[in-house]
């Protein structure tokens, strides 16, 4: 909460999200506690919460029972529908990583840009269009064009919508 009305780590700079808070599957004790001292403190300041649920189509739902918009994780479409339904803000990430399985969970699919980009369809076809959002989750260097990675400015040049600007506008928006 100091961190948002007053600055972090001893600088004048406030937070404008809290998160991303990450979770495994299935759940920890723990981590329901940071999930609800995270909805504690997004009641009091009204400001936007990601949530990165563990790698489990139940994951997402088990993580909305506690009140804040969680990240939107690889789900199916009809569970991906029942999760828009909920009203949380959908949130797709790791444009520009091109793998067939998440490293660390083999059964897990990782989409392509090309299916992220036909799931954002799908959901702006069933009216969910102000409720997406769009990122490159770049978190190594090899990722930044420097060190040859499709860097920053990836989505902007392959992958722009309403979804860059209007949505997290709206989304960073304290009520």
């Known amino acids: 909460v100091s961190e948002v009305l007053h600055g972090a780590d001893g600088t004048d700079i406030r937070c404008g999200v809290i998160g991303e808070i990450g979770t495994s599957w299935p759940i920890t004790d723990s981590e329901k506690k940071v999930l609800r001292a995270t909805a ?26 506690i009140p804040h918009s969680p990240k939107q994780s690889c789900l199916i479409l009809k569970e991906l529908l029942e999760f828009a339904k909920m009203g949380s803000y959908l949130e797709y990430d790791l444009f520009g990583t091109e793998m067939l399985n998440y490293p660390f969970n083999l059964d897990v ?19 969910y269009e102000d409720r997406l959002l769009i990122a490159h989750d770049i978190h190594t260097k090899h990722r930044l064009t420097k060190y040859g990675g499709h860097g920053f400015s990836h989505i902007l040049k392959n992958i722009v919508d309403k ?7 709206q989304w960073l928006t304290f009520k």
């Open 40 to 65: 504690h403190a997004q009641t009091q300041l009204g400001c936007p919460v990601i949530i990165h649920p563990g790698r489990n189509k139940a994951a997402p739902g088990e993580v909305i029972r």
């Open 109 to 127: 699919d990782m989409p392509s840009d090309s299916q992220r980009v036909q799931t954002l369809a799908f959901l702006i076809r069933e009216g």
């Open 163 to 169: 979804i860059l600007i209007e949505n997290p506008k």
